[in-house]
């Protein structure tokens, strides 16, 4: 079945710590996106990646970082510049040629940060 | 600049009921408009969408018609099941289509549907 996996679905860390968050589609998809939703809140986009070798910052790229080394991939660290970093991290992917802009979503990861 | 307003939940009803989310947006051009639909502790999945005026959306017994005039999508059922309790969100993707497919969302609704 075609999707979008990330592990773990769980993730505790002490402050201080870098983690990186997986994040793998088998869908082809050219384009890849990294969200961060906040209890009662909405999704904030805080990466994305149209191809291979490129990304862009989203709206709150500040102590994240992101590589796109392969089509598959597209993994998130949360550094430890990042003030409140708990929080649970959606992963989607869309098809760049599609002329509907919907995106497929993966489970997410829960990050504790104490 | 593009936004998406939603009604504030939870909003509550028995099995059975008629649901309706208000959704109404701010957007130059005409974008997309999506419904997605989270089940606790999972991602989103997509429930409908419609990509110009006057289209209407459906899937699962929900519906949402893309009103230009009113900048609305409001989010209908006609009998809410237990199995719909989840959060709802409404979204856009800014015209023109192609390249770059952003989303813009709202806060999300919470439904509660109790026997």
């Known amino acids: 079945d075609g999707g979008i996996t990330q592990s773990p679905k769980y993730l505790f860390r002490k402050e201080g710590q870098n983690v990186t968050l997986s994040c793998e589609q088998n869908l082809n998809h050219d384009a890849m996106y990294w969200y961060r939703q906040d209890p009662g809140q909405g999704l904030r986009l805080i990466y994305y990646?149209?191809?291979?070798?490129?990304?862009q910052k989203g709206d709150i790229a500040e102590g994240y970082s992101v590589s796109r080394e392969k089509k598959e991939s597209f993994p998130l660290t949360v550094t430890s510049a990042q003030k409140n970093p708990t929080a649970f991290y959606l992963c989607?992917?869309?098809?760049?040629?599609?002329?509907?802009?919907?995106?497929?979503f993966g489970p997410g990861t829960r990050l504790t940060v104490t | 600049g593009n936004s998406v307003t939603q009604m504030e939940g939870p909003v509550t009803l028995s099995e059975e009921a008629f649901l309706t989310i208000n959704c109404t947006y701010t957007a130059t051009g005409y974008p997309s408009l999506f419904w997605y639909v989270q089940y606790p502790g999972e991602g989103l999945q997509l429930l409908l969408k419609a990509t110009k005026a006057d289209d209407k959306g459906s899937n699962k017994g929900f519906e949402a018609t893309y009103r230009k005039e009113t900048t609305s999508f409001h989010l209908e059922k006609g009998s809410v099941q237990v199995s719909d309790s989840a959060v709802y969100f409404c979204?856009?993707?800014?015209?023109?289509?192609?390249?770059?497919?952003?989303?813009?969302f709202g806060a999300g609704t919470r439904l509660a549907v109790h026997p």
């Open positions: 979204a856009l993707s800014p015209s023109p289509p192609g390249g770059y497919n952003k989303l813009i």
């Open positions: 990646s149209q191809i291979v070798n490129d990304f």
């Open positions: 989607a992917s869309s098809s760049r040629t599609s002329g509907i802009h919907e995106q497929y």
